[in-house]
């Protein structure tokens, strides 16, 4: 990778070539602009049906290719489509998308290691992007992206959907108008039930209709260690970023909008581990981050049930697509929240479920409720609204920011994975240090005690602390040569992803 106090462009590939040609056509020579806007979505099996679904249901808006390396997936979507009267394309290499002057913008709804260099194809391409989250699997490929889309000129909306929430926006300026007095603390939390994804004995093979090349992309194309394929990737470093991501994202990025959304954090501190059960999965499913800011923001993850007895059922059981069905109801509580945000004030506190992001909450500090915020918004139309304009202003969830909020990720885990296991007494000793997350320690000790947690026979990882340089956007100091390793990843040809800064 080019080290970042240096700048040079690389001429990647041919396609990148072509790409670049294409994205030097004026706006008006794309037939969308005047007509209907072409999209094609890829990655079909979980958000990507839904994305899918609400532009199918939009004026001016033609779903015309569906893209999916598993067949079984694509024919199926491919039958919903035709069922609704809009029949598409069938594609299995993303590739063979970037070749089309039929489509003006590419919904990127894959497995979290192919977003960044699918994007940037995209943009090389020509096409507009909606981005799911994260924005990046790393550190590094958040910087190539958002080089990319200042190169390219493309329309680029991150699908953080809390930005097009009219009862977030009007609870943050109220919030900022001091109803409640000064911020003081903000909290995400996400106690959401993740069930064991089995061990497997050796490598297993790939579902037969799965083309593992493309699957893998950028990652190493190594035996699969994994029993159910699909979704369970998000517990393996490789392709995943655990549930920091899987749904930490989204309250990562409803934090910094209560904090005026701030740049990178001076530091990050951690604590975790993955307890209750011995799987193929590598991300913690308990996990307490403190990051850095004028303001703390404290971050919580809880995979495991307030019992031990509930939802112990099969490896995997209802997790290949990400559902946690009726489980909220089995999980801890945080001021009434098992997955959203609290900001603490100096009247009082706000309450944010992340549900649909339509209702903000805000008491005293007696736990009287004050005032209530509603409305919700449609982030996918707001989207389409800006690649009509051509006006990133328009967007409500920029690039910059989705990029911003992914890399509170990097940086948790970062510190997770070059930390090292401790006794509960000896974290303590560390906490007299950090008194803001004695409190925190404390009551997700109590939750895995619970659990039949023994931190004494299975000891919790104290992550590294880190100083982090936000104008370099590197790891400095004491243990920043371990974290600056992680700071990216080695790529695969062909799925390299271009050096754009």
Partial sequence: MTPLTRRSFLKVSALATAGAAFSARSWSQVSGANGDIRVAVAGLNSRGRGIA?????????????????????????????????????????YRDLLKRSDIDAIAIA????????????????????????PVSHNLWEGLQVLAAAKKY???????????????????????????????TLVRGIVYKRRLSIGKTAGP????????????????????????????????????GNGDMVAQGNHQLDVGRRFLGDPGHPA???????????????????????????????????????????????????????????GMAETMDKYLGINIGNVVHCEGGYLTIPSNDYSLVQAFDRDGKLVQE?????????????????????????????????????HLANISYRIGRTMKPG???????????????????????????VDLEKTPMTLGAPLRFDAKTEKFTGENSAAANKLHGREYRAPFVVPTMV
Wanted: contains cysteine; aromatic residues 8%; charged residues 20%.
């Fill in 53 to 93: 679904k609400d532009f199918r249901a939009m004026k001016g808006v033609r779903v015309v290719a569906l893209c999916d390396v598993d067949t079984a997936i694509l024919d199926r979507e491919m039958a919903t489509a035709k069922a609704a009267n809009a029949p598409a394309d069938a594609v299995v290499d």
């Fill in 110 to 133: 894959t497995p979290n290691h192919l977003h960044v260099l699918q994007s940037i194809w995209a943009m090389q391409a020509g096409k507009d992007v909606l981005h799911e989250k």
């Fill in 153 to 183: 000129n493309r329309i680029i909306q991150v699908n953080t959907q809390n930005r097009s929430s009219a009862a977030i926006a009007e609870a943050i300026a109220w919030t900022q108008a001091g109803h409640l007095g000064k911020v």
């Fill in 204 to 239: 297993v093979q790939p579902p037969a209709t799965v083309n593992y090349d493309l699957f893998q992309g950028p990652a190493p194309l190594v035996p699969l260690r994994r029993m159910h394929f699909h979704y369970d990737w998000h517990w393996q470093w490789a392709t």
């Fill in 267 to 325: 530091g990050v501190f951690t604590m975790g581990g993955r307890f209750g059960y011995v799987d193929d999965g590598e991300t913690p499913n308990t996990f307490l981050v403190h990051y850095d800011y004028p303001t703390p923001f404290i971050f919580e993850v809880r995979g495991l049930p307030t019992k031990p007895d509930q939802w112990s059922g099969d490896a995997g059981a209802t997790q290949t697509l990400g559902s946690t069905g």
């Fill in 373 to 409: 915020f509603h409305g919700g918004g449609d982030h996918h139309a707001n989207f389409i609204t800006a690649v009509r304009s051509r006006k990133e202003s328009d967007l409500h969830g920029p690039l910059l920011e989705g990029e911003r909020s992914s890399a509170l990720v």
């Fill in 426 to 452: 000896d974290i303590r000793d560390q906490l007299k240090a950090r008194p803001i997350l004695a409190e925190p320690f404390g009551r997700v000790s109590t939750h895995l005690a619970a659990n039949d």
